[in-house]
């Protein structure tokens, strides 16, 4: 087809043999003849059969002559019309199934994962003048029809030629009726996407902003792989400034890429596009509707879509001439997929970005160990705005010691930070509380029996929720849920249970008690359904018309407040428990979120944090503004342990229904278990949720050395041992999630 941008490069015509990736989860490829008037290239999407049914895949190469006769194998069905899927991205996708030891076939999925998308447009009816036309009475309406069409203009649908002609769609109706137009079929196309405009001016930006801005432009002009870390204070304009390389990139008439690790509530970062670019970007993320699914797969594929933003998943798209990645909020942990192909989009961004030999930006506030690293050891280039926009301060930083200053028991706001509220309040501006749990409380027991509420899918507690009136437990991680009971199961006694620890839910009770004239709002997952509910919420906060926000993490990251002068974290110590490697990491990362979020306008801001550790140096680095040191301080500590980023992790997870199988074949890869020179396997062990919806797990740790390929050590592994098949092993190469 004439739209499509890349042509297939090599050429099978009929009886030819090729072999064709199926989206299924299978590792290998499978033959197919080509079929009469066909002519086929790699990359081309094709139907098959397939078993029983039919699926599209993907023309992967020359079929392998050696097994059965060309002339016994299936014939390829059909080619829709969809263009080719581009060579990079075939590379790509088996670069990621072998670094994620997936198959291909899953890997393709998400690529080609939209079957609609693959359905040619359904035709609509074009209305043309027909030669042959009868003598009618004219209007004038009619006669405004007759002259535009007359006047060279192309077949086109009825609600259109209405409009093009300014006349009323009855009036084409009518003509038709009367036999002087004709109808036929033509393919549909979806109304043209208004382009994001290059040419628009953006802010004038500060001498430091030019300098990075400039510098991202130059390399996006010049092509070829470069990948830089942003990094500046929240507030330095970090956005504006890959603004200008994605600028560039639209100049080019190439497209863009931008990664979120959170769009459905990226309100705010829509708006600031649309103020740069005057023309809104193509979105893609898991809660578009079918028809935006298709519409945008094909859009990107054809190349009408010019700037891309999006989830994880963006990243797998059919880009034809993609030509920048932005990685926005790089550190945050959800561009790890923990589902399926286990991968990292922020590292598979840079790997996309060498396969294209383009430029790659990884943007954050507080960057991770590995960009790092990457930057100390000159594999990344590094832009620093140390300063925020308009010469805001950043806010000033408080500890407050709990084992000294903690409210009574079953409260959860220390006098300090009540009287901060207080004075907020006093002032006409606003506060956040912020405590990274959903719900009133985390656990409930009986206060008879001790009976605590435990999930029967997962080695969890219920956590009670409380909203609407309603008690119910439910579980965090297989979204099991019941109402709470009148009696405990365990002794029977009347509804006597307490809740034990504060969820956002109980935060916000006690800050109604105490400040019972407050509009206050709770902003969590599970308070805030989708897109439009968050952007209502940030329009609600932006024009004052709430004074106390309680929230989990969904609202620490990237909002610009301006009324917003206090934050107070009522539980800084809540994710340093546990084994993570990366907790402080992740700790730090989150509490320096929440706190830029106060007072990023001329209102200074203030940040109040709760700790029993105020020794820690999480705290110490958060008190002091010290993020450099931290990381130095992190950096040590994950060198001397052989960590990573200086060393390689990857965990093993065994799992299934029968608690008797998973330990049986975690005792037998434990014998297998190769001994590898540089590598260390710990395990098997329980994971820390032994219990994950009703699947038992267990799981070994691989820690090697650099120079280890952890792949091949784990292929050879699994190779040598005979699983049932009722174990699922899957491997994680550079785990985030530890549980
Ligand atoms: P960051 O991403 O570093 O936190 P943002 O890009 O969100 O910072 O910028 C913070 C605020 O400052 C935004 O409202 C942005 O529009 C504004 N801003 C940043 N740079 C400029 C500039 N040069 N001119 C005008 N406004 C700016
Ligand atoms: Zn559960």
Redesign the pocket.
């Known amino acids: 087809m004439d739209e499509s941008p890349a042509k297939p490069s090599s050429g099978y015509g009929p009886g030819c043999r090729v072999t064709v990736l199926l989206p299924l989860p299978l590792p290998g490829t499978y033959d197919y003849r080509v079929g009469d008037n066909m002519a086929l290239g790699e990359g081309d999407i094709v139907r098959v059969p397939f078993g029983k049914r039919v699926l599209a895949g993907v023309v992967w190469g020359s079929g392998d002559d050696r097994g059965i006769a060309t002339s016994k194998l299936k014939t390829i069905l059909q080619k829709p019309d969809t263009p080719p899927l581009p060579e990079e991205s075939m590379r790509f996708v088996e670069w990621i199934a072998a670094y994620t030891l997936s198959e291909r076939g899953a890997v393709l999925k998400m690529v080609i994962g939209v079957p609609a998308a693959l359905e040619p447009p359904k035709p609509v009816l074009a209305y043309a003048l027909d030669p042959a036309a009868p003598e009618i009475r004219m209007t004038r309406e009619r006669i405004r029809v007759f002259e535009f069409l007359n006047g060279g203009a192309p077949p086109l649908p009825l609600t259109e030629l209405a409009r093009q002609a300014s006349v009323r769609p009855s009036v084409v109706a009518g003509l038709k009726k009367a036999g002087v137009l004709q109808t036929f079929e033509m393919p549909s196309l979806p109304p043209p996407r208004r382009q994001p405009d290059w040419a628009a001016r953006g ?4 001498a430091q ?1 030019t300098a990075a801005g400039d510098d991202l432009a130059a390399k996006t002009r010049a092509g070829g792989f470069a990948a830089t870390l942003l990094d ?1 204070v ?7 400034v890959y603004f200008q390389a994605v600028a560039q990139a639209l100049k080019q008439g190439r497209q863009a890429l931008v990664l979120l690790p959170e769009i459905a509530l990226s309100a705010q970062w829509m708006a ?1 596009f649309v103020a740069r670019f005057e023309a809104a970007p193509a979105v893609w993320h898991s809660e578009l509707s079918p028809a935006q699914r298709r519409d945008t797969w094909r859009d990107v594929a054809l190349g009408r879509a010019r700037v891309i933003v999006g989830a994880r998943s963006a990243l797998l798209l059919p880009y034809p001439d993609l030509g920048l990645i932005v990685v926005d909020e790089e550190h945050e942990s959800a561009f790890k997929q923990e589902e399926g192909v286990i991968y990292n989009a922020r590292d598979m961004a840079v790997v996309r970005a060498s396969l294209g030999r383009i430029p790659v930006v990884l943007v954050s ?1 507080t960057p991770s160990l590995e960009t790092v690293v990457n930057v100390r050891t000159g594999r990344y280039r590094s832009w620093c ?1 140390p300063d925020r ?2 010469g805001a301060d950043l806010p000033e930083v408080s500890l407050i010691d709990m084992r000294r200053d903690a409210p009574p028991g079953g409260r959860w706001l220390s006098p300090q930070l009540r009287q901060a509220l207080s004075d907020t309040f006093a002032a006409g501006e606003q506060a956040m509380l912020f405590l990274n749990r959903r719900g009133y409380a985390p656990l409930t027991l009986c206060r008879t029996c001790g009976h605590r509420f435990q999930c029967p899918n997962c080695t969890a507690w219920l956590v009670e929720h409380r909203r609407a009136g309603k008690n119910r437990l439910q579980c965090h991680h297989c979204g099991y849920g019941a109402t709470t009971p009148q009696k405990c199961p365990s002794c029977g006694g009347e509804g006597n249970f307490a809740a034990c620890g504060p969820g956002v839910e109980r935060l916000a009770e006690e800050a109604a008690e105490a400040f019972p004239d407050v509009r206050m709002e709770i902003a969590a997952s599970d308070t805030i359904a989708g897109p439009a509910a968050a952007a209502a919420l940030v329009e609600r906060i932006e024009t004052h018309r709430v004074d106390l926000i309680v929230g989990t993490q969904i609202v620490a990251k990237g909002y ?1 407040f301006p009324m917003l002068t206090l934050v107070g974290v009522v539980d800084a110590d809540l994710g340093l428990t546990g084994g993570d490697l990366r907790a402080a990491e992740r700790t730090f990362q989150l509490l320096y979120q929440v706190a830029g979020r106060a007072g ?1 306008a001329r209102h200074p801001g203030r940040v109040l944090v709760q700790t029993y550790m105020p020794d820690h140096p999480v705290m110490q680095a958060l008190q002091s503004g010290r993020r450099d040191r931290f990381i130095a301080a992190e950096c040590e500590a994950r060198k001397e342990a052989g960590m990573p980023p200086f060393g390689r992790l990857a965990a093993l997870i065994v799992s299934g229904r029968d608690a008797r199988e998973v330990d049986a074949a975690a005792a037998a890869l434990g014998r297998a278990a190769p001994d590898f020179k540089g590598a260390l396997i710990l395990g098997p062990a329980p994971a820390p949720l032994a219990m994950v919806r009703g699947q038992h797990r267990r799981r070994f740790l691989v820690r090697a050395d650099k120079s280890v390929n952890v792949q091949r050590l784990i292929t050879d592994w699994l190779a040598g041992v005979v699983i049932s098949r009722k174990v699922r092993v899957r491997a994680d190469i550079d785990p985030y999630g530890f549980l």
Do not use: F, N, V
Not at 203 to 206: A, C, E, V
Not at 234 to 240: A, C, H, I, N, V
């Open positions: 802010p004038s930006l500060s902003q500046g929240p507030g330095s304009g970090k956005t504006e600031r506030a705005l926009h308009g610009h990023r």
